[in-house]
């Protein structure tokens, strides 16, 4: 066992961990011992262990409601113990926990991750899973004091960073927890490279977005790469073989380059040499560079005019402000970069205006002053203002107005095409398209891996596939940051492991139409949904896995083509928990009328077989995102889980509509409760004359 049982005394104070390999967290204490009523009754217990960073919350529901079970929460990186206090709604990790019979958990990871890189952790396993091991083994031992001795189950879940501390826990413990839900989790090659590939088409395709999203929407041309140039179609099939789901596309307006921002200063210096031959050597992308590409290039100097604190930045839009809870979300934690108290600055403004490049990042070069020849990231070039990245606390306040210092893109567009220069071992396929005949690189390749180097900076070893105890895994099939054919990645590796066993271990359910991120709202409603009730639910089918040897719903069928992973159209043969909707306008796809003719909507919506009911179906016909219109079933077959639905509606004014129907399915059938709920959409296309 990795810990051993922590025995209890007479009183809080005399509670001792026993003595382990890892000493370091035999002494936990209690600082906080409440009962508190929101977001539902609960007793909260705030904690630590002596001798270390390492903090912790509890939350216990009351004897009556306990089920002798708990979910921690593992964040994408250390951060804070009480992130997820404050949330509401179906996102209220601490509501869903307690009202279902668990306790919650959630630690800092053993102390919050220095993105500035001047603090150096002594172990990096501490914050991979040690620190949230400890927390997990004391947990029980409070339990047990206040429930009476009892055999405490545990499950883990964590989504993107957390995804690889989810899975790096369970495989590298035993005893501590029953099963685990890791969420759009990526493959040990997915940092940088999937924002390399992606940020390279979203050069070079900006101006051509608008006809490829046309092309794959409903009543599309469906050849997304009609009317693109060499250049362009290039990228799209690079970036598209490389995972990236095309019809997520839609949001390249506000998608940004995402989490890249928190690795990119770290990518710079561990392969310096990449970024010296890019510019140089032959076989780099910059040696023999497009007009597009050195038209992207931004080389300006200029001077510090003056600091921009992040209250005045906030005011000024320049950043947007961030609750805590969102820094713990798979979506949002790694925006938590930067000076967010007091009076220095996150942004300057320069004395020049800056030439408009698309810019996706870049650095600020420090010519002069005492901050001379430091390097600083920047996120964000607006006019004559630059918004800055994670900086360290004493180089900020060395630099002084009127220094002197050149805004410079040219290793953040080199990193664009990073990923041509890091091909992995043959069962990363997707690679392919950068191999000869013969499986030689077709480019020149660097002296070492760096995704695996990222993946054990987050979950202190690579995974294996070795883990004691049962998972069930999530991956979204709009998933940007962690493009889907990851998990089948982590799957081949279980199997790889387990066998024939694999199936009594492990599932993989994928989420149609679901982001990276983990909330309830994303960022076209008519377009997508949340993965939260598929979450909760997976949690839920994950204790009743281990402890009543209830078997949850078959891992969902697909198949991986070109780095696209491809699902059946119907729900039978899908399977997962995810309900189908298909949806059709005067009996297709699309309908061409005139204003003020009734047009007709027609629906069929399909549950996998055992996991619930349809408890809602909402109309949004003109593209608000509010689904204003709720509409019950026409008819329901039970046996056959088909929902059907049959509806008009006028266009009262000309344009494109794309009418969409929303519906959510509920294990049991409760259409009250703000947990648990699956969803799914389809839409339409209307051109109304």
């Not at 027609?602 to 809602?616: R, Y």
Request: charged fraction near 20%; aromatic fraction near 12%.
């Amino acid at each position: 066992m990795f810990f051993c049982t922590i025995g209890i005394g007479k009183t809080l104070g005399q509670t001792q961990s026993a003595v382990a390999k890892d000493t370091l967290f035999n002494k936990p204490y209690i600082d906080a011992d409440e009962w508190r009523e929101k977001p539902v009754r609960h007793r909260y217990v705030h904690g630590g262990f002596e001798g270390t960073e390492a903090r912790f919350s509890f939350y216990f529901p009351s004897k009556e409601q306990y089920k002798g079970h708990f979910f921690q929460y593992i964040t994408p990186f250390p951060d804070n113990e009480n992130l997820s206090q404050g949330a509401e709604g179906e996102e209220d990790k601490i509501g869903f926990s307690v009202s279902h019979g668990a306790y919650f958990i959630e630690t800092n990871g053993g102390g919050r991750f220095d993105f500035t890189g001047q603090k150096k952790a002594s172990d990096p396993l501490i914050g991979a899973y040690k620190a949230n091991a400890a927390a997990s083994q004391f947990s029980k031992t409070f339990a047990s004091k206040i429930f009476g001795p009892h055999r405490t189950y545990g499950y883990a879940f964590g989504g993107s960073g957390g995804a690889y501390r989810t899975i790096g826990a369970i495989e590298n413990t035993e005893g501590v927890w029953d099963g685990v839900v890791p969420y759009v989790v990526g493959s040990p090659m997915a940092i940088p490279n999937v924002f390399s590939v992606r940020m390279h088409a979203m050069r070079i395709l900006n101006d051509k977005f608008p006809q490829i999203i046309d092309a794959l929407e409903p009543g599309g041309s469906g050849d997304m790469y009609a009317g693109l140039n060499e250049e362009e179609k290039a990228a799209l099939v690079e970036v598209t073989k490389m995972g990236f789901p095309p019809k997520s596309w839609f949001g390249y307006k506000t998608m940004g380059v995402h989490g890249f921002r928190a690795i990119y200063s770290g990518m710079t210096m561990a392969d310096r040499a990449y970024f010296q031959n890019f510019w140089t050597k032959e076989g780099y992308y910059g040696s023999k560079p497009p007009a597009s590409f050195l038209k992207a290039r931004l080389q300006k100097t200029s001077k510090i005019k003056k600091g921009i604190p992040y209250v005045e930045a906030v005011d000024t839009k320049l950043v947007e402000p961030m609750s805590d809870q969102e820094k713990g979300t798979a979506e949002a934690a790694w925006k938590s970069l930067g000076n967010t108290e007091g009076t220095l600055p996150v942004a300057f403004q320069l004395e020049d205006i800056l030439p408009n490049v698309n810019f996706l990042g870049g650095d600020l070069l420090i010519k002069t002053g005492e901050a001379a020849g430091k390097t600083i990231q920047l996120l964000a070039v607006v006019g004559d203002k630059v918004v800055l990245g994670a900086t360290a606390p004493q180089i900020l306040a060395q630099i002084k107005t009127g220094d002197e210092v050149v805004v410079d893109n040219s290793n953040f567009l080199a990193a664009q095409t990073y990923h041509r220069h890091q091909v992995p071992g043959k069962e990363y396929k997707v690679w392919n398209q950068f191999r000869n005949e013969k499986g030689e690189p077709l480019y020149p390749q660097g002296s070492f891996l760096l995704g695996p180097m990222f993946t054990r900076g987050a979950s202190g070893v690579l995974p294996n596939g070795k883990f004691k105890g049962k998972m069930i895994m999530l991956e979204s099939l709009w998933d940007r940051e962690a493009f889907p054919w990851q998990a089948d990645w982590y799957r081949s590796k279980v199997i790889e492991n387990l066998g024939d066993k694999a199936n009594e271990n492990f599932r993989l359910w994928f989420t149609d139409r679901a982001l990276h991120g983990d909330l309830t709202k994303q960022e076209d409603p008519t377009r997508t949904v949340s993965y939260v009730g598929v979450l909760q639910q997976a949690l839920l089918d994950l204790s009743d896995w281990v402890e009543k040897g209830i078997v949850p719903a078959p891992s969902t069928n697909y198949e991986v083509v070109d780095g696209q992973v491809i699902v059946p159209e119907t729900a039978n043969k899908r399977a997962g928990i995810q309900p189908l909707v298909a949806l059709k306008v005067n009996g297709g796809k699309r309908a061409d009328v005139k204003s003020g003719q009734t047009v007709t909507f027609a629906a069929v919506v399909e549950v996998p077989p055992h996991t619930g009911k349809i408890v809602s179906a909402e109309w949004d016909f003109e593209g608000a995102g509010t689904f204003p219109i709720s509409q019950k079933a026409i008819s329901f077959d039970e046996k056959k889980g088909h929902f059907s639905l049959k509806t008009t509606y006028t266009f009262s004014k000309s344009g494109t509509y794309f009418p969409t129907l929303r519906v959510a399915s509920q294990r049991e059938g409760d259409a009250k409760t703000p947990y648990t709920r699956i969803q799914n959409l389809d839409r339409v296309r209307v051109v109304v004359k």
